[in-house]
């Protein structure tokens, strides 16, 4: 009896482990059918490139809803780190030395924006959606005081190498994707801290009784999704070749639902970093293949808001 | 209940099980974990729907759609866990969905709606103030509060599944006090315990489950506890509490002068190879001395030996290193991360364990894992499975394999065998008799005496924050204790 139980039990745990791949599948094999330009090696690498820039904060926001958090800073950070990092390649500096800093910059704007939410949501304890909407606001607020609300032009060239140069024709922020993303999976998934991860999402007092430090796990949380929305802020400057005080508006929405559409739970405790690479990659293909089909924009987000209600509702359905 | 079927998705919950309830009778439902009690009474409840099978009621048959539905017949139910909200005020969840109104107006009536449920506790023995909110209330009041609102409609039947889980003897006292009312109004009481003692004092008639399957039915002063448990477990259990003598060695833990919220001046020791049992009502501050020693809440004074060491923990980090670990009365929601398998949860206190510079090494991690599920004899087909999908006693195994993987030298189990199968508490007496026996120093905090009459050596018994006194086994029993615990306003409550 109970062994019965346990296939079905199975069953379940293939299809919830392999029905964003399915999904994945079946969009592809539309798309290739409708467009013969679709499965070329360009309009690939071309998809990677354009999902990049989410897709890396997308990684940072897995390790926030996994401790049933959430950051809705991270587009407002986007923009943040890209104005300050291009603002000092403006600064009459040799090129060598004016770019780590712009990096180093923009990254400890990152850290910073990681660290508040954290002493917010730890020490204070606000909930994660109140702090992280506040900072969305602040940050986005900050952006254009920096700015006086005018984009930051005129860049050294060698800049835009970073957001549209290529190594063996892969561009670079797919590489740098990539990256990351081995490197979070490796952090999620072999690591002391990523199993802290999972245990406080799943039931932070237990966690804490188990001798987890709950306040250290949410705090490092934060970090990382600040770092990687940095990391996204400067790829996107590089890419447009301006600091763009309104850069990746609304960015927050397309990262939360590549998140939940990999299969992460809102709730907590459940998901997986390879997930949420599927979900950003089916959202990316998706906006993709209805351009190469020359469907407007409008139609795309009404498209866009559908799937991923149908992906959403094909968790609801395999959980139960 | 006649021949009713549940099947879920691979198990047969219930095959063909039949069940009659006389007015007025309490007729106690008892069987295993996984028996088919609780889905026997969703059934009836309208909760989930069965495949075949009748529910006839005076005569008329029944076809409950939903709880609303059995509702309106007359049948209240009381669910083990409990389904109040916990925002709402006492009041307010008796009369949940029930409430007055000023006349014909939309307006609740508070003031009306107070009145009622004070009338109704009061009916039920009970003082509880009907303003303030249930979250703030303990388990046993929001116990009465869930009965208050079960009979706040009129009711013909009344099912309570493990109501006695978080009583402490005398809130069961009042329980039993209210059956015995409710009894005479005529309701017929299915009453679901795991607690055999129970069944003979309240039941008037018996019906055992196992495997979904009816068993047998009688009345209860015909069938002595052993032929219940065989009936139960479908062989032959020895003995309940398996006592084995152990040599005392040295001190492991020593209280002194501890003071920390409720607690006053707490004293004790426990020395290897014994078990020392704590005894008390709920709220007497045994859970409360548990987290102190665990480090999950501060002390405001005295002092903890450890190994003839003072210690000091300030979180259960620091309490867990020195070899400390606590099975939470709630494993559930203290103990366990349910989304986590066996495997993970084993390893998760002591992760430097199975760990190789930075990274967790999988094949380590799994042979701990397989170790200890092999060793405490954990049912399950594979270590990845969630605990979400194991039996009570199986999960507090998981736990227990946890603190042993840090090499506890010194365990607290708080309830250590609630909702656990008789089958299975047998086994879970004889590894903490076994932990004891290799030097492990051991604490058992229960609220059923005959449990810490049956293994410990000593007991202390607590009463508003204090131990009161520390009985040998020998000179322990059941009044002595009831006495002690409520302070020596034993006699008062007995007559």
């Known amino acids: 009896m109970s062994e019965m139980f346990h296939k079905s039990d199975k069953l379940k745990s293939i299809i919830s482990e392999f029905g964003i791949t399915i999904a994945l599948l079946l969009e592809i094999i539309l798309f290739s059918l409708l467009s013969p330009y679709f499965l070329t090696a360009d309009n690939i690498l071309n998809v990677t490139l354009q999902t990049s820039i989410t897709a890396i904060i997308a990684a940072g926001m897995t390790f926030v809803i996994l401790t049933a958090g959430i950051d809705l800073s991270v587009g407002a950070m986007v923009a943040l780190s890209g104005v300050v990092a291009t603002s000092i390649l403006k600064l009459n500096l040799p090129f060598v030395i004016s770019f780590p800093l712009a990096l180093f910059a923009g990254l400890s704007i990152g850290i910073c924006s990681g660290t508040v939410a954290g002493i917010f949501i730890t020490r204070f304890n606000i909930t994660p959606f109140i702090v992280t909407l506040s900072l969305m606001t602040i940050w986005r607020g900050a952006s254009y005081m920096y700015t006086d609300g005018r984009p930051v032009w005129g860049l050294p060239d060698d800049f835009g190498l970073l957001g549209s140069g290529r190594v063996l024709s892969i561009p ?37 009784l188990a001798g987890i430090n709950v306040n250290q796990t949410i705090f490092v949380v934060y970090i990382i999704s600040g770092i990687l929305s940095a990391i996204s802020g400067i790829l996107l400057a590089s890419r447009m070749n301006s600091g763009q005080p309104n850069a990746g508006l609304m960015y927050e929405m397309d990262v939360i639902a590549a998140v939940v559409v990999g299969g992460t739970s809102l709730f907590g405790g459940r998901g997986s970093i390879f997930g949420t690479f599927l979900g950003a990659m089916l959202i990316g293909i998706l906006r993709n293949g209805l351009n190469l089909l020359n469907v407007g924009s409008y139609v795309q987000m009404v498209v866009l808001g559908v799937v991923i209600l149908l992906a959403v509702l094909l968790d609801k359905l395999r959980i139960k | 209940m006649k021949n009713i079927c549940k099947q879920y998705p691979g198990v047969q919950a219930l095959s063909n099980v039949n069940f009659e309830l006389l007015a007025g009778e309490v007729h106690c439902l008892v069987g295993e974990n996984g028996a088919g009690k609780s889905t026997l009474m969703k059934v009836l409840s309208g909760a989930i729907k069965k495949d075949s099978g009748s529910i006839i009621i005076e005569g008329r048959e029944m076809n409950f759609l939903s709880p609303a539905d059995s509702q309106r017949a007359g049948i209240g139910m009381i ?125 008037d008639r018996l019906t055992v489950l196992r495997d979904g399957k009816f068993i047998h039915s009688c009345s209860v002063c015909n069938s002595s506890r052993k032929d219940l448990v065989r009936w139960m477990v479908g062989r032959e259990l020895e003995q309940e509490y398996p006592k084995i003598e152990l040599q005392r060695g040295k001190e492991i833990l ?242």
């Open chain 1, 172 to 208: 670079l922020p797919t590489i740098i994707m990539i990256c990351v993303y081995v490197v979070t999976y490796i952090l999620l998934k072999y690591t002391k801290f990523g199993r802290y991860v999972y245990a406080v999402g799943g039931n932070k007092e237990a966690a804490r």
């Open chain 2, 79 to 203: 669910y083990q866990d409990f389904k109040l909200v916990p925002e709402l005020t006492v009041a307010e969840n008796i009369l949940l969905g029930n409430e007055p109104t000023k006349g014909k107006t939309p307006f609740i009536d508070y003031q009306k709606m107070h009145n009622v449920a004070r009338s109704i506790l009061t009916q039920l023995g009970e003082e509880i103030q009907t303003d303030i909110a249930v979250g703030k209330l303990s388990v046993a009041q929001r116990q009465i509060v869930e009965i208050a609102k079960a009979i706040s409609k009129k009711i013909k039947i009344l099912a309570m599944d493990e109501p006695s889980a978080a009583l402490t003897e005398n809130e069961l006292r009042n329980l039993f006090a209210v059956i015995k009312k409710l009894k005479s109004e005529n309701v017929g009481i299915i009453y679901i315990s795991h607690r055999l003692e129970e069944v003979f004092e309240i039941g």
């Open chain 2, 254 to 495: 020593r209280v002194e002068n501890l003071y920390a919220g409720i607690l006053k001046n707490v004293n004790f020791s426990v020395n290897q190879g014994e078990i020392l049992g704590f005894a008390g009502l709920v709220g007497a501050g045994r859970s409360e001395l548990a987290r102190v020693i665990f480090g999950a809440d501060p002390k405001q004074g005295g002092k903890i030996f450890l190994d003839g060491k003072e210690i000091a923990p300030h979180s259960p980090r620091e309490a867990i290193d020195l070899g400390i670990g606590v099975l939470t009365e709630d494993r559930n929601k203290y103990g366990l991360i349910m989304q986590m398998n066996i495997r993970e949860n084993i390893s998760l206190s002591n992760l430097r364990g199975v760990m190789r510079g930075f990274f967790i090494q999988r094949s380590k991690e799994n042979s701990v894992a397989e170790k200890f599920t092999n060793e405490l004899r954990i049912k399950t087909p594979s270590i990845e499975q969630e605990v979400e999908n194991l039996s009570g006693g199986n999960r507090q195994k998981v736990i227990l394999a946890r603190w042993l993987f840090t090499k506890s030298k010194l365990l607290i189990f708080d309830e250590p065998t609630v909702g656990i199968d008789v089958g299975v508490k047998y086994e879970i007496y004889n590894l903490i008799n076994q932990l004891a026996k290799n030097g492990i120093g051991v604490i058992v905090i229960s609220s059923e005496l005959p449990e810490l009459l049956g293994i410990c050596d000593r007991i202390a018994v607590m009463w508003e924050g204090k131990i009161v006194d520390i009985l040998m086994h020998s000179e322990a029993s059941q009044e002595k204790i009831m006495t002690l615990a409520t302070g020596g306003k034993f006699e008062a409550y007995n007559v």
